[in-house]
């Protein structure tokens, strides 16, 4: 299982405040809502 098999995520993010750190389920929706880092104001996406 090294590597992220069986399953690998991408996350173009550059700052280290979006990076993901741990993935405990995956949900498909067609809007993007927010999460914890939007509520406190910073924008959805965080690249330099």
Same mark, same amino acid.
């Given at each position: 299982m090294s590597r992220g098999a069986p399953l690998r995520l991408y996350s173009p993010v550059k700052l280290g405040?979006?990076? &993901?750190?741990?993935?405990?389920?995956?949900?498909? &929706?067609?809007?993007?809502?927010g999460g914890y880092w939007e509520d406190q104001g910073y924008p959805w996406f965080g690249g330099v």
């Amino acid at each position: 299982m090294s590597r992220g098999a069986p399953l690998r995520l991408y996350s173009p993010v550059k700052l280290g405040y979006k990076l &993901t750190k741990y993935l405990s389920a995956v949900t498909f &929706t067609r809007d993007r809502p927010g999460g914890y880092w939007e509520d406190q104001g910073y924008p959805w996406f965080g690249g330099v």
